[in-house]
């Protein structure tokens, strides 16, 4: 059997596993069932064991299918990743750098730094990915990425930080809303009103920021509704449900059935930083914290 063969095997194997129906991975693999089953068979022929226990009705894995399917998975994941590094040189890329980023660096921060990044080294793949605050933090300690935007302060011994954007805070509100009659919004004003904000799963960050903020200003916070993510949030300001609490520099991105009024309190803000391990010594990382912090 040669590696390839192997490996399509052992794909076709993956398939039935994770299904747990030969009739669905067949389909999943666009290949016939009879061509699924004669795979199998021959798989197990070279291994000398079972790695199925079947019935009339239904497919399980045996105790030593079981075993072979977590060593299997390992083995495609390598073999998935030669075939991207291969690619990579073949492109003319030397490196690749994990870039994570929450919904505040998505406009404006973390574009701007790739596109002025990829001018100057076309030579590295850049692989971007959205992520909480929360998650980057556990994603940067595992070295799933390389460098993460999030929402700071973050000061920790196993970490660099560098502030890259402060942002005074807003009031965002439906046009007909009675606080659109003040130019400037003070805490006080915001006492009593119903807020539309971010939920705990994706916004926890930020949330607790709020929540520390206005307390430390005596204001208790009136949260009505959460939403998990931008649109919907500001759907709901747009619909009369609420009001919200959104960084100036994103505030020209609302449509017309939104205003935003700044809140005039200097401790109303919020800080992007750009946070990388001090153990990552890539040049890749050390060439993109220049160019975001340029």
Not at 34 to 46: F, P
Not at 108 to 134: C, F, K, N, W
Not at 268 to 289: A, I, P
Request: proline share 4%.
């Amino acid at each position: 059997m040669t590696p390839e063969q192997g490996l399509e095997l052992t794909h076709s194997f993956l398939a039935v596993a994770q299904e747990l129906n030969f009739k669905r991975a067949s389909e999943r693999l666009n290949i016939d069932q009879s061509a699924l089953t004669r795979r199998i068979q021959k798989l197990e022929q070279g291994l000398g064991f079972a790695l199925f226990e079947r019935t009339t009705r239904q497919v399980f894995l045996s105790p030593a299918g079981q075993s072979f399917l977590s060593s299997s998975a390992e083995l495609l994941q390598g073999y998935t990743q030669a075939v991207q590094d291969a690619r990579r040189i073949a492109e003319g890329k030397n490196g690749v750098l994990r870039i994570a980023y929450m919904a505040f660096a998505a406009i404006g921060l973390m574009p701007d730094a790739v596109s002025r990044y990829r001018t100057l080294h076309p030579e590295v793949d850049l692989s971007l990915r959205y992520i909480r605050t929360q998650g980057q933090k556990l994603a940067l300690s595992r070295h799933e990425i390389d460098v993460g935007y999030m929402i700071g302060p973050f000061e920790h011994s196993d970490f660099y930080s560098r502030t890259v954007a402060k942002d005074p805070l807003c009031v965002v509100m439906p046009r007909e809303h009675p606080l659109m009659r003040q130019t400037k919004i003070r805490p006080a004003d915001l006492a009593g009103q119903d807020f539309v904000l971010g939920d705990m799963i994706e916004w926890e960050a930020y949330r607790r920021q709020l929540v520390d903020i206005f307390a430390a200003k005596g204001v208790v916070m009136n949260v009505r509704l959460e939403a998990s993510n931008t649109m919907a949030l500001l759907g709901l300001v747009s619909a009369g449900l609420g009001i919200t609490i959104y960084p100036q520099r994103l505030t020209n991105l609302l449509g017309n059935s939104l205003v935003a009024r700044p809140i005039v309190d200097a401790a109303f803000g919020v800080e992007t930083v750009l946070v990388w391990n001090r153990s990552n010594s890539s040049k890749f990382v050390r060439s993109f914290v220049d160019v975001a912090t340029r």
